[in-house]
């Protein structure tokens, strides 16, 4: 049974930092692409950033130079760095992961719980 629990979310200023992570168990994170989606109040579940089983990693342009995906494969879990924070980057983040899938939240089956990020001005 594939299970995923992120935590690392808060509370932050624009422009701090936060880094998020995604414990996963039931599969290995070495054959899973794994994404981070976000979805802030009213609007539509976006994807963040994704990495593939050989670690290519796929970013939104919002996030771009701002975002870092990574994953240790013998912790078996997935992170997200996030520097230079903004407002608009307020939102629950997601982790998720499938034998394969890219930035669209279609393309996955399995989903964590969801962890706050709020970044005021």
């Known amino acids: 049974q594939v299970q995923l629990v992120a935590s690392g979310g808060g509370s932050v200023q624009a422009v701090g930092s936060l880094r998020l992570s995604c414990a996963a168990s039931?599969?290995?994170?070495?054959?899973?692409?794994m994404c981070w989606f976000r979805q802030a109040p009213g609007k539509e579940r976006e994807g963040v950033a994704a990495?593939?089983?050989?670690?290519?990693?796929e970013y939104a342009d919002s996030v771009k130079g701002r975002f870092t995906i990574s994953k240790d494969n013998a912790k078996n879990t997935l992170y997200l760095q996030m520097n230079s924070l903004k407002p608009e980057d307020t939102a629950m983040y997601y982790c998720?992961?499938?034998?394969?899938?890219?930035?669209?939240?279609?393309?996955?089956?399995?989903w964590g719980q969801g962890t706050q990020v709020t970044v005021s001005s």
């Open positions: 990495i593939d089983s050989d670690g290519i990693t």
């Open positions: 998720a992961a499938d034998e394969w899938g890219a930035l669209a939240p279609d393309e996955y089956n399995y």
């Open positions: 039931g599969y290995k994170n070495s054959t899973f692409c």
